[in-house]
């Protein structure tokens, strides 16, 4: 079975400094997708970043970046000049190209000013 | 465009009653998606549709139905609720298999 986990159940970060967030996969697909949402506290989920397992490059958008690593099965969020907006709850979230997708139990990020 | 609608926002029920929680989508999305959110346990997926007539069971289906009513809505019946099924439920809509978009949210309590 294809789970995700993420070890981290809280992390704190100071503002404008850089953090990242684990994230650990297990399945015996190939190709498949990963994604990054977060959840402030308005409970809204939003899609922060996304990768196709098949691009070796790493995706990134504005100040979130990823760290894939097919091999290890990894795929960490950074982000880079912590705001306090982005204080959230962070979940990773896998897709193997069925409808069914798998979500880890979140990381806790508190941005501290 | 509003995105993905829910309603209610938040619902309060007793054990035994029954209720339905609407979703509708304004982005001409094939696919729509039901899920709980419980404290520590993620996102857990209810049921799916991937295009308007057809639908399937995820990961945690039993205690609910489900209604692809048309294309633009996806509704979930609680027929007799019980405590178990306290929790968040989204309702999310996508493109393809490889995207999603999700609505606000319902907090529902069964006492």
């Known amino acids: 079975a294809q789970t995700v986990t993420q070890s981290q159940p809280e992390m704190s970060v100071q503002e404008a400094e850089t953090v990242t967030l684990s994230c650990t996969y297990d399945?015996?697909?190939?190709?498949?997708?990963l994604f990054w949402y977060k959840q402030p506290p308005s409970r809204q989920m939003i899609l922060v970043i996304r990768?196709?397992?098949?691009?070796?490059q790493n995706a990134t958008e504005n100040r979130f970046s990823v760290n894939f690593q097919k091999a290890a099965k990894s795929f960490s969020l950074k982000i880079s000049d912590s705001q306090l907006g982005d204080t959230a709850m962070y979940f990773c979230?896998?897709?193997?190209?069925?409808?069914?997708?798998?979500f880890g139990t979140g990381t806790r990020l508190k941005v501290l000013a | 465009n509003a995105g993905v609608t829910q309603t209610p926002k938040f619902q309060v029920l007793k054990t035994g009653q029954s209720m339905t929680l609407q979703c509708a989508q304004d982005m001409n999305h094939n696919s729509m998606y039901w899920y709980r959110q419980d404290p520590g346990m993620g996102l857990r997926l209810i049921y799916y549709?991937?295009?308007?007539?057809?639908?399937d069971k995820g990961e945690v289906p039993n205690g609910y139905n489900v209604s692809r009513l048309n294309k633009r809505e996806f509704s979930l019946r609680l027929e007799s609720a019980a405590p178990s099924q306290t929790s968040v439920y989204f309702c999310a809509s996508g493109v393809g298999r490889y995207e999603q978009y999700f609505g606000p949210g319902t907090r529902l309590t069964v006492t």
């Open positions: 990768q196709e397992a098949y691009k070796q």
């Open positions: 399945t015996s697909e190939s190709n498949y997708y």
């Open positions: 979230a896998f897709n193997s190209g069925t409808y069914k997708y798998i």
């Open positions: 549709s991937a295009s308007e007539g057809t639908t």
